[in-house]
């Protein structure tokens, strides 16, 4: 089956039961970091609609569950994000206020207030930016993988970066040599504006398990995505597809019209149906509370300035 004739839905590749099976605890700590995401991308918007950022910036809003289902199961990890990287940064730990401050231009960014979006880094946290060469952060994460430390890498990248050649040789040699990777495809089925069925009919993890690594080809449920991050992570390398939906433009702040689905607001009717829906209210609000507040402090230190 090729990619283009695999369906796009939000429950592809469910495993029935599995959000019931959770904990309490493990499901609301994966919708604090999707909250927390999902707060500040939304704050992020604002400030360019008020012209308070004014640099180059990409945005996950419709794609935080990714990021917060790794993150339950890769803690330690060397994490190389994408361009659209926020919420990777955020949900491995990445200093809020240094990201705030690198969407500002302010020179205490975590790129010197030089790069906007793409190159964010948090070093203390094993976060390693992107530098805009669609899919260059691939290669760069199989060779820390080579380095021979104990450390295990993460990297994220787009459905048009996996076309990308450097992209597909490094899952082979991550796969000839065994190494400690976990690849992970934020696929919203779009390269800029060309969807998948007009640029290529082939299959990301069919072409990963024919190079020798462990594939699965998933939607963006979190706790299918937390799943499978645990199930991986002890069976390096290992790929993981996962189908999802951009909600604003490839760069900026628009919007083509409402995604094919709002993991956000499925992930809260699900916990809702486990009885969790009030502890979510409190904890989407307390991120909205966080995100402002910092948001504000940032902006004051900049007008100091």
């Not at 004014?54 to 990890?77: D, F, K, N, P, V």
């Not at 696929?187 to 462990?214: I, K, M």
């Amino acid at each position: 089956m090729t990619h283009s004739s695999s369906p796009r839905t939000p429950n592809f590749g469910a495993i029935p039961g599995l959000a019931e099976r959770a904990t309490p605890e493990f499901s609301l700590a994966l919708f604090r970091r999707m909250a927390l995401t999902r707060a500040f991308e939304t704050r992020a918007r604002q400030a360019q609609a008020d012209q308070d950022v004014r640099t180059l910036i990409y945005l996950c809003l419709g794609e935080e569950a990714i990021s917060a289902g790794i993150s339950m199961h890769a803690e330690g990890a060397w994490v190389l994000g994408q361009h659209r990287g926020h919420g990777t940064y955020l949900s491995f730990g990445g200093n809020m206020e240094r990201l705030i401050d690198e969407l500002l231009g302010m020179p205490s960014g975590c790129s010197s207030g030089m790069g906007g979006s793409p190159p964010i880094h948090d070093m203390e946290k094993g976060i390693v930016g992107h530098s805009g060469l669609i899919g260059d952060q691939v290669p760069v994460a199989v060779g820390m993988a080579m380095a021979g430390e104990a450390r295990k890498v993460v990297t994220f990248f787009g459905d048009g970066a996996a076309e990308e050649d450097y992209v597909l040789a490094s899952l082979g040699t991550a796969a000839s040599r065994k190494l400690p990777i976990l690849f992970v495809c934020e696929d919203n089925d779009l390269s800029v504006l060309t969807p998948t069925r007009d640029r290529r009919g082939w299959d990301l993890a069919q072409v990963a398990r024919g190079f020798g690594l462990e594939a699965v080809d998933i939607a963006d449920d979190p706790w299918l995505v937390a799943h499978w991050a645990e199930t991986l992570m002890v069976r390096l390398p290992a790929l993981i597809n996962v189908r999802t939906c951009r909600d604003v433009w490839h760069v900026g702040i628009g919007s083509d019209g409402a995604p094919e689905w709002n993991r956000f607001d499925l992930v809260r009717e699900k916990l809702a149906a486990l009885g969790l829906g009030e502890q979510a209210a409190r904890i989407e609000a307390e991120a909205r509370d966080l995100v402002e507040a910092k948001w504000q402090e940032r902006l004051r230190i900049r007008s100091a300035s």
